[in-house]
Structure formats: structure tokens, C-alpha cells
Nanobody
Framework: QVQLVESGGGLVQAGGSLRLSCAAS????????MGWFRQAPGKEREFVSA???????AYTNSVKGRFTISRDNAKNTVYLQMNSLKPEDTAVYYC???????????????????WGQGTQVTVSS
């Protein structure tokens, strides 16, 4: 059974940093695209960042220059380093993985086959 488990969320003041982790189990995702999405209260889930099997990355405009996605294939884990956090970054953050080998990055939710349960990030002003 495939599982994606996020960790690292919490409460931080504006300007602070957090690093989210997403540990995968049940299969290897070293040759798969993985991504991060977030959902704020009352809003739809939105794309945040993604990383391809080859290490190419993509970010939504609002986090460019502040967030960095990375992966450790030996640990079957993807990370999201979040710096200079703003109150508008407050949301539940979800990790996602695509099931097809060596697929390019996509930003749409339907591209991703596996999802974690989410981790809460709260940024206070």
C-alpha cells in the first residue's frame, strides 16, 4: 500500500521558516514527479511546487524565491523548504506523487495519483 506522510508543519511568525517533509512508502518514487499543494480555509486546493524525476522544478508565482523543493531518492522523500513565510501562506499542505515513470512536471491536481493526509502550516502576523 502506497503512503505519503507529510511532517514539519506548525505555527511560525511571519518572516520565519519551516521545512516540510514527505516520506513515501509502499513503492519507490525516484523516477516520478512529486509535488506540493496547499489549501487555505474556504479556498480551493492550489499548486505550490513540483519536482520531476530528473530534478527540474516548478513553483507558483507567489512562492518563487521563497520556497525550494528538493528530493532525496535514497530516502524516498521530498522536501519543501519555506522561507520568508507570510500569513497568506497559511494552509494545509499536501504532498502528491505521480504514478507514471519519468513524466514531466504538471501543475494540475488530476496529474497526481497519490496524496498525503496534509500538514497544517500557520503563519502569524
Amino acid at each position: 500500500q502506497v503512503q505519503l506522510v507529510e511532517s514539519g508543519g506548525g505555527l511560525v511568525q511571519a518572516g520565519g521558516s519551516l521545512r516540510l517533509s514527505c516520506a513515501a512508502s509502499g513503492r519507490t518514487f525516484s523516477n516520478n514527479a512529486m509535488g506540493w499543494f496547499r489549501q487555505a480555509p474556504g479556498k480551493e486546493r492550489e499548486f505550490v511546487s513540483a519536482i520531476s524525476w530528473s530534478g527540474s522544478t516548478a513553483y507558483t508565482n507567489s512562492v518563487k524565491g521563497r520556497f525550494t523543493i528538493s528530493r532525496d531518492n535514497a530516502k524516498n522523500t521530498v522536501y519543501l523548504q519555506m522561507n520568508s513565510l507570510k500569513p497568506e501562506d497559511t494552509a494545509v499542505y499536501y504532498c502528491a506523487a505521480n504514478g507514471a515513470r519519468r513524466s514531466p512536471i504538471r501543475v494540475g491536481m488530476s496529474f497526481y495519483d497519490y496524496w498525503g493526509q496534509g500538514t497544517q502550516v500557520t503563519v502569524s502576523s
